[in-house]
């Protein structure tokens, strides 16, 4: 077997610290779900032009019984906060990064799958060409996260003075469906090169 570059050697071994840290952050996560009391928060973006409720001006700080949702700093930028939150009120305010986390380690997973066909050095095959795809499909899904995330908010804030505030996530995952494409016509590119070396293989 060929001893692969040393550059796909340092990218392999960084795929690979990079899906262990993602998974321990996955956990960690999971596990502040069930933790003690605190206060948990989330950045968000605010447009006071279409709120429609009285509570433009909250307290500075998260008052009330456990659950109470309050915003701090209210303006086009502000966070997000919960005082002692319940299990479902912290595992919906880490749904969206949990789903994003969750499809960038399934994109890790199918790199290191093509970067073992770097060992024989013959990358451009049929597999590779639909762990490309499928990468790309997954990337263009993360475009889905901010109608999650627009849900999550809506939810927490339901049946609150906020509930009327027109609240919308802070990240920005506009870049998903330009990176997922351009991945789908690599998708391509690698299905042209192994229908080409498949001919000319034939010629031979």
Known sequence: MA??????RILEVTVWLGLGFALVMLLASLFAVFGGSRTDTRYVSVNP???VTTADNPAPAPTGPPGTVSLVEPAFNATLTIAEPSPWQSFLLILPELLLTLVLCVVAVFLLLMM??????????????RRLAVIGVLL???AVIPQVDEWVLHT??????LQGVALHAAEDYRWAPVVGFSVL???????QGSRLRSDVQGLV
């Open 116 to 129: 073992r066909s770097f060992h024989t050095g013959d990358p451009f095959t049929p597999k590779n060409a």
């Open 49 to 51: 032009y279409a709120t």
């Open 3 to 8: 001893r692969p570059p040393v550059s796909i």
């Open 156 to 161: 927490l804030v339901s049946g609150t003075p």
């Open 140 to 142: 263009i899904c993360v």
């Open 185 to 191: 016509a690599l998708a391509e590119f690698f299905r």
